[in-house]
């Protein structure tokens, strides 16, 4: 037995009681003949007393930072408590020990503020994740999972799990494949998803699954993507939007209370797609605070026509004249701002990766007078119509970007996040879901010229838009004119859930019947061969009686991330990968046998 | 809302409620101008009743089976009751219909008793899975999945997941490696087991750690193998054997408990792997009965010499004389089987699969007397002291096998299993389990002339044999020698736990230190360079204080299929491969696109 009790567990109801610990040597402290150790493991740390009468040992046997250390001893109550540790009325004095394993000198050290780099701790990452700083991340990720279990299992779902050894069927990223050694020349593919699988359990009548799942992308990684990622994924039968909301509004709510003890009474908001593009400029919006958008002037294409407020600019300004679309924000109690600050948010809309030309500000003072850097365009009665029109109270800041529609809306959202990171209004503590609906179901690859799915194939148009796509050739002639297309406004039954700013899920309804489903792959420039090859398996199955279905799943990675107020998931993974995909620990991937490349039947094929 | 309740909730205390059940055609029956439908779901059967007002509308949209159906209706007591479902007591008159799909006759009937055979069956699993035979084992593997889940939980087991795409390092078995795009000529593999990175956690210091996890093998299949299988996996630190026994007793007696209402409360029987060999015949004995074998005379070479009993067969039977090996089995109440049925038994061991030369038998006649098929070079003492030895009471009959070591075991062991299904011994809602300790560290194969880890090189010899691992050097001059090199004679701490013939699950107490893992990668025959390649990670690792750990992975598939009474795995597993490793369902593996062949950098080689 290496232990009677672990390092969290002894209080002063434990004083005068033998026991046995087990852990890592944290800290030793020597004051003349005795040495304090603070011994830890998983669940706290435990101070150690060694007094004069080990000295001869210890001497012979001397401890260091991280060794292994087995004690026996009595529990002793503490001369001088430590309120800041559950076992700080108490220390163990030693009668026993032995070292169970020694440790050279960490490359970092193990504290929460550690002096290790990043690829230093990834390399060791079996010491990174000894850090309380980590491991409070992968408890809270465990805590989640639980949460999710439990939710779901009350609510009759099932965990079935999926294969993962597949079909590749690329439609919008890239597969991991795996060549077969059992059928030469042929090739497994990594799922990207279970979708399939889980609309076939559908059909077969499973009514409510789960899983937790890894899932796999073979794409160029941005800052915080991983190849393989981990996905919350549930499917329903006989179920509409308007149930699938509530079932997973309720799952987020529990792991809210469940992991932070948080209780979210309040309704989650609602926005369709098109007015979060309005309202926030990106479909993910941040509603911790408000800094709305005012669309000061709609791009000439926008359909249906918006109530047109740009007479407010209408004037002499030739920037605002020109521009496709101009766009203010009102931040609150910014009117004081000077010059330099001013000239500063300039700066920032101007650096490439916003790529705005310039910023126009309007000052509403508190004094209830208006100073604008267009002061020579507009009079003072125009400025506050401006203003008033973006919601601004007296003591705001008004900001002002035109340009291009797209690059524009963009730039006012990155500036209204920009904004509120610095007037500390994205709290960490605090949540706010939002969903978003009605998304297009198609978008436009213009170089390609065809449509490709908004959400994924399986995405089913709102159940009046159904007309529109069977009645509807989905060929373009001139693939700038997409817009004016019937698809163009075709609606999905999609949903996505929005957390702090963040996409944590997103799903659909989906398309159950197969002359649709044709038609959608059709509509994505599949022909009826490829549909057969890749996806027969799926209409088929439609055609024995597939009942209406629909689902979600959620990005586990980011949810944990959010949830333990970061924005990066690689903390929140206990082993991951840098941005080439490679695990620098294992040092992966790596080359593999002659007898491998013999046996798979394949050869490389550098550039 | 397409329904308000489901099909296996309605109670008689439920009528005259207004209802709106959604789900598929089962059967229909007509009489006259009504018509009754079971509507079925996930959750059970109702009766629908179509009266005579629906008629028209039933004549314009016939139903047929398989179809789905939403009805709202009354919920009504039935006439004529059925006991033997929940919903028997009442019937739903419908009101109102609505096909939500039409279904295809399906290929095969889609009832317990299905005439569809099994590659039919495998293409069409979307079916299958809806037949309540498979429902029940999908089910079955949900609540064990459940009941580990929540025992492992309540033991402080935290679930963290462990990466997919790692470093080949093929030991025992093939890699499924996955050519990496980012990192041209390199591969990942998908993990065999997550071995190293559960032990890394260890030395991370996460004490408890578990997951319900896919691994992976590329093996030739045998009929109850697939490439892609699940383990319950689980790893503790500063722990014992005898802890990590006593709480895998535990998670598998609240198991019986949760899922097959069983209270196991008997202690787990406990054996050596070299008593069962000897006893048995194999090293995952079923123990539900008797039959245990007689060896009557041991191999020479047998060390530590066993009791001397070939004395009671000495005589001028050829065939004992010049045998390896002799083994007796008491078959309990068949000394009145006819030369007929002798003969078959006979028969039965000369199959090339078992591949003895005879059989012979010595019948222990319920009136005291024997007769045999050797009297002529026995007289009834010796006979009736061989009986006496096997255990034989009146009534029994000894079965007798002679001939070299290995294969006479077998076939020992492989009769004593016929006898038993033959005699009905093997109870499907029969459990016993048992473990099996003090497995060999090593085995050798002849054929490579090395030493090869029998459970894997992580696997810690037990204390005592360290030093005997430590003091010799591994090389063997005469592969045929190698029972006389001290390794043989190594025991491991290593434990296998055997439910009813069959290996649920196996572990081990991990070597915790580099010198001894470096002695066993040496023993293995892994020069330095490649033990830093392959396992580098590892070895470095442990000199940063690992601690005492071990732990244990459960087959989970095959555990839940045992449970579930079946011997085969792929009955539960929602989407198995076949034999070829094919799911013929999607058709994969398949052919990729010269596009995917280009960005992987790879290219065919085929034989």
Known sequence: MYRSHTCGELRLADANKEVTLSGWVQTMRKFGSITFVDLRDRYGLTQLLFSESL??????????????????????????????????????????????????????????????????????????????????????RYAVNRSARNFLHENNFMDIETPFLIKSTPEGARDFVVPSRMNPGQF??????????????????YDRYYQIVKCFRDEDLRADRQPEFTQIDCEMSFVEQEDILSMFEGLVKRIFKDVKNIDYTEKVERTTWEEAMWTYGN??????????????????????????????????????????????????????????????????????????????FIKYNADGTYKSSVDKFYTEDKLKAIADAAGAKAGDLVLILAGAEERTRKAASDLRMYMADKLGMRKADEFKLLWVLDFPLFEYAEEDNRWVARHHPFTSPKPDHIPVMINNNPKIDNAADYLKHPYAGIKANAYDMVLNGNEIGGGSIRIF???LQEKMFEALGMDTAEQLHKFGFLLGAF???????????????????????SESIRDFIAFPKNNSGRDVMLDAPSTIDAKQFDELQIKLDLK
């Open 283 to 360: 479909d993910k919006p941040d509603i911790r605070f408000e800094m709305k958008l005012c669309n000061l002037k709609f791009p000439a294409h926008t359909f249906p026509v918006k109530d047109n407020i740009s007479s407010l600019i209408a004037g002499e300004f030739a920037v605002f004249n020109d521009a496709e679309t101009v766009i203010a924000i009102a931040v609150p109690g910014c009117s004081d701002y000077s010059r330099k600050q001013t000239d500063e948010l300039t700066e920032w809309v101007k650096r490439p990766q916003i790529g705005m030309k310039g910023l126009v």
């Open 188 to 205: 497994y593919a990594l799922p990207q998803s279970p979708q399939t699988f889980k609309q076939l359990l559908m059909v077969s009548g």
């Open 513 to 515: 019947q197969r002359e």
């Open 55 to 140: 000295n001869t040992q210890l001497d012979a046997s001397p401890l260091g930072r991280e060794f292994v250390l087995q004690v026996k001893g009595k529990v002793n109550e503490r001369s001088s408590k430590n309120a800041n540790i559950p076992t700080g009325d108490i220390e163990i004095l030693v009668s026993e020990f032995a070292i169970l394993n020694k440790a050279v000198t960490p490359p970092f050290t193990i504290q929460d503020e550690t002096d290790g780099g990043d690829e230093l701790r990834m390399k060791y990452r079996f010491l990174d994740l000894r850090r309380n700083a980590v491991k409070k991340n992968i408890e809270l």
């Open 543 to 565: 055609e024995y009686g597939a009942p209406p279905h629909g689902g979600l799943a959620f990005g586990f990675d980011r949810l944990c991330a959010i949830l333990g107020g």
